[in-house]
């Protein structure tokens, strides 16, 4: 029997990591575009790398760009995990995963998330479709939101 301990406890152990995050869920996003002077701060002055907690970027030396705040409640254990902002960029059909690998507290927290640099270029555009997911470290989808146009079908067929 102590044989089977050692050999089912990394089996336990991702299981209950799974079951930690197994309640959380996105209470609420505001999607947006900010500009880099959204962010100044007296400490900006001080320091020129400095990030407001919660803030994620997937350019994080470029301020500007598009945003998602995401809202997310946890009633589990705190956890690593990643949040997913798919987006489907203006003029195409394809979507790009950008991946926020975050701590999930237990609790309530906000997580503001940016697509900066080459990433969004344009204050004038939005995108066409979006989705959040929140996914445990398993890889497990824990949470998610999306647009409305996220959920909609393809068309299909049509007349010309």
């Keep these: 029997m102590r044989l089977l301990l050692p050999a089912i406890a990394p089996l336990i152990l991702a299981s209950s990591l799974a079951a930690a995050g197994a309640d959380a869920r996105i209470e609420r996003v505001w999607p947006g575009f900010r500009t880099a002077d959204s962010f100044a701060r007296i400490r900006d002055y001080f320091r020129s790398d400095a990030m407001d907690a919660g803030t994620y970027r997937t350019q994080p030396v470029e301020r500007a760009g598009y945003y998602f705040l995401v809202r997310v409640e946890n009633d589990g254990l705190e956890t690593e995990a990643t949040i997913v902002a798919s987006v489907i960029p ?45 996914l445990a470290p398993g890889g497990t989808v824990i949470a998610e939101s999306h647009s409305f146009l996220w959920s909609r079908p393809p068309e299909q067929g049509g007349s010309d």
Excluded: C, K, M, Y
């Excluded at 790009?96 to 990433?119: C, K, M, W, Y």
């Design 90 to 134: 203006p003029g195409s059909t394809a979507a790009i995963d950008h991946l926020f690998p975050v701590r999930l507290s237990e609790g309530g927290q906000a997580f503001n998330l940016g697509l900066t640099g080459t990433h969004w270029l344009s204050p004038d555009t939005h995108p066409l479709a979006w989705q959040i997911r929140v």
